[in-house]
């Protein structure tokens, strides 16, 4: 199924860009997720667990300042939680599609601060869960679905904020924390519940595909030459 997820990506990227000549790229990161919520009316106090993340994007200008990003991103989420003499580590394989809207601050081509959200749709496809109780070790399969005999529901949706600094055009840092929706724990309810939350820190580059963005340094150096003349007529 991720295989497909992959080309069927792969086929759409490709035929946008080469339609709309819109900007695409990778992006890599690791990703710090947990899973929170109740058991029979308490709060469940599970640990964070560290994970990778990559995938790729498009960014389709709107305007000089707002740009829409659809992605395709594969996350390692999860969580752990202790019990006496030992610890319960689940990981979750993720596929998510990610629809962020973002702006740019200052004009074209000088940016290097934008902010952005969206909403998120998620795809757990596979995962383990491993029991260390020393000397003991063992893993098994997630059983993923609906069933009172899963251990977590397959789909979630929810939203995402992210703030990004440019290093260069195109070379950019990310910082992402995403709100999951839904209850994660087949058969829940408002007493029992499971809900995702991550934070991820990662590394892109955006190949800039727009006639506008390749441009825009002729652009600047035609407004620097105009404001010079400017200045040279007054002190005339």
Known sequence: MRSFYY??????????????????????????????GKSDGKKISNQPK??????????????????LLPGLFDYRNGYAKSFAGGTKT?????????????????????????????PY???????????????????YDIKMGNDASDDIRSFDIGLGAFGVYQITRG???????????????????????????????????VFPGDLKAKNEPEKIKEEEEREQMEQQRKHQ
């Not at 979750?92 to 934008?114: A, M, S």
Request: hydrophobic letters at 40%; charged letters at 10%.
């Open 171 to 205: 070379l950019f840092f990310r910082a992402r924390y995403q709100y999951g929706f839904l209850n994660m724990l087949p058969q829940g309810n408002s007493n029992n519940s499971l809900y995702n939350r991550s934070f991820s820190l990662s590394v892109g580059y």
């Open 50 to 67: 560290y994970g990778g993340m990559f995938g790729g994007l498009l960014e389709l200008e709107l305007s000089d300042h707002f740009f």
């Open 121 to 139: 749709f998620d795809l757990n496809y596979d995962g383990t869960v491993a029991t260390s109780a020393l000397p003991i070790y063992s893993t």
């Open 90 to 118: 689940y990981a979750v394989n993720t596929l998510e599609i990610p629809v962020n809207i973002e702006y740019k601050f200052g004009p074209p081509q000088r940016v290097k601060f934008f902010i952005g959200a969206g």
């Open 7 to 36: 080309l069927l990506t792969g086929l759409v990227f490709t035929s946008l860009t080469a339609i709309a000549q819109i900007g695409f790229g990778p992006e890599v990161g690791f990703n710090l997720s947990n899973y929170t």
